[in-house]
């Protein structure tokens, strides 16, 4: 540790410095006390307070600062932030008000350093109290803060997706491609203009209802097995159905009639 300022030359500088160093700003919490949406930008208190004339005081507030998330030129990562939210704000090393405006390289327009008039927030900041519960030590997560809702990757190459209410995915074309499917369900809806579904072993375990709702439903399979009652209001185009064990492309049915009575047995269908 450095030795305390002896002389009045060394007190005088001590001061001069230290006087500096408290405008000097880098990184504080700070709570959201208003959210700009559409231009991405929030009023934010410091929740650190500062020594002023002996006295701890609050910071000023911090108006207009600019929320940024995560992204790149092609991606982005966002998450929807509200009043009271925790946020991290840090203060550029210099001025920044010429280049929020267009990006670029940029001359600073002031030789300010450091301070809260450049600050920007993200959304990294949150005390202990307030820590995400339930975080698996093997895994990576996309969750909601309760855990009931999330997209999990394992080391194992695997991706979870679990939700508490509801999954939609909305498309003008999904493809899935697997070896093997198997769904388990209460209910699945499925409305389309097309439905291809190619897989070498499909599976469906339904609880309650199976509706699909489109233009056409292509399926195409080794083996499609459907369990239960099955309520068909469209023309099927199949080689072969089996129903309860009898094969619709070869069944005959047998038949019984009279003056004079007989019986035989009808073609295959044509």
């Known amino acids: ?3 305390k300022p002896t002389t009045p030359l060394e007190k005088v500088i001590q001061t001069a410095i230290d006087s500096a160093l408290k405008e000097v700003h880098t990184c504080l919490p ?3 006390t208003r959210v700009n949406n559409s231009d991405q930008l929030i009023d934010a208190q410091v929740t650190i307070k500062r020594k002023l004339a002996g006295e701890l005081v609050d910071l000023p507030l911090l108006v207009d600062v600019p929320l940024r998330f995560m992204r790149s030129k092609s991606f982005s990562m966002t998450i929807p932030i509200e009043v009271d939210d925790h946020v991290m704000i840090i203060c550029a090393e210099r001025s920044i008000d010429t280049w929020l405006e267009g990006g670029g390289i940029k001359n600073p327009s002031d030789i300010r ?8 927030a993200i959304p990294f900041m949150y005390s202990q109290n307030e820590k995400i519960s339930g975080i698996p030590d093997d895994e990576m997560q996309i969750r909601t803060n309760t855990g009931l809702t999330r997209i999990s990757f394992t080391e194992d190459e695997t991706i979870r997706i679990e939700a508490d209410k ?6 003008p074309k999904v493809t899935v491609t697997s070896p093997d499917i198997d769904i388990v369900s209460q209910d699945i809806d499925v409305s389309s ?3 291809d579904v190619k ?4 599976n ?6 199976l509706g699909v709702a489109a233009s056409a439903v292509n399926i195409t399979a080794a083996a499609t097995t459907l369990t239960g009652a099955l309520n068909v209001s469209v023309q099927i185009v199949t080689p072969s159905i089996i129903i309860n064990g009898i094969e619709s492309k070869n069944h005959k049915h047998y038949y019984t009639w ?3 009575g007989g019986s035989g047995l009808t073609g295959i269908p044509q």
């Open 204 to 209: 469906a375990l339904l609880a309650g209802i």
């Open 113 to 120: 350093k450091f301070t809260l008039s450049d600050a920007f």
């Open 199 to 202: 897989s070498t072993n499909m």
């Open 193 to 195: 203009t097309e439905i």
């Open 30 to 32: 700070a709570v959201v």
């Open 166 to 171: 509801s999954v939609d995915v909305i498309a």
């Open 1 to 3: 540790m450095a030795d």
């Open 258 to 260: 009279t003056d004079p």
